[in-house]
T-cell receptor, first 113, second 110 residues
């Protein structure tokens, strides 16, 4: 079956340092989404990437979708304590409107002030 | 709009008991799904629905049933609870691909 792998599982950084999490799929994805889950909360949608090689930015966050549409990354520049949480990638092979997203295991980010 | 509402927030069951986790959304989304979240395993899809009257299995459907009689509601039934079903359960809905999650139900099976 389709698998989405995410690394690293945990990352501890000093406030101000950069952070990157990587997502790899065993199969080609039609799109990839990224979610953030704060401790004790529920996942919240951040962004969706659809095109091969696509790059999108949201303030200090940069998202990339690989040329082969099998991998993606999320990079945070100059982390802040508000960035603490678990970041999940999620992909789908079919239509993006089915809600049938397969999630990676997540990367939990801790930021030391 | 309340978004996606899940009840209860917490539940403790004994092995063999049955129960239903409720999920309702008021956004008129066609698509709804149930995930379970376990440490180190991310979110795993249990069942999903693309519209009223239509359901399908996800990655880990065993031990769970769903039905979708209305657009708004998508209950998840545990037929005979087992300790392996101890988890946090999230219901989600979507219209344009991105998922809107409920606040979750923390279930413990002893």
């Amino acid at each position: 079956g389709q698998q989405v792998m995410q690394i690293p599982q945990y990352q501890h950084v000093q406030e101000g340092e950069d952070f990157t999490t990587y997502c790899n799929s065993s199969t080609t994805l039609s799109n990839i989404q990224w979610y953030k889950q704060r401790p004790g909360g529920h996942p919240v949608f951040l962004i969706q990437l659809v095109k091969s090689g696509e790059v999108k930015k949201q303030k200090r966050l940069t998202f990339q979708f690989g040329e082969a549409k099998k991998n993606s990354s999320l990079h945070i520049t100059a982390t802040q304590t508000t960035d603490v949480g678990t970041y999940f990638c999620a992909g789908t092979k079919g239509s993006s409107n089915t809600g049938k997203l397969i999630f990676g295991q997540g990367t939990t980010l801790q930021v030391k002030p | 709009n309340a978004g996606v509402t899940q009840t209860p927030k917490f539940q403790v069951l004994k092995t063999g008991q049955s129960m239903t986790l409720q999920c309702a959304q008021d956004m008129n989304h066609e698509y709804m799904s149930w995930y379970r979240q376990d440490p180190g395993m991310g979110l795993r899809l249990i069942h999903y629905s693309v519209g009223a009257g239509i359901t399908d299995q996800g990655e880990v459907p065993n031990g769970y049933n769903v039905s979708r009689s209305t657009t708004e509601d998508f209950p998840l039934r545990l037929l005979s609870a087992a300790p392996s079903q101890t988890s946090v359960y999230f219901c989600a809905s979507s219209a344009q691909g991105s998922l809107h999650f409920g606040n979750g139900t923390r279930l413990t099976v002893t």
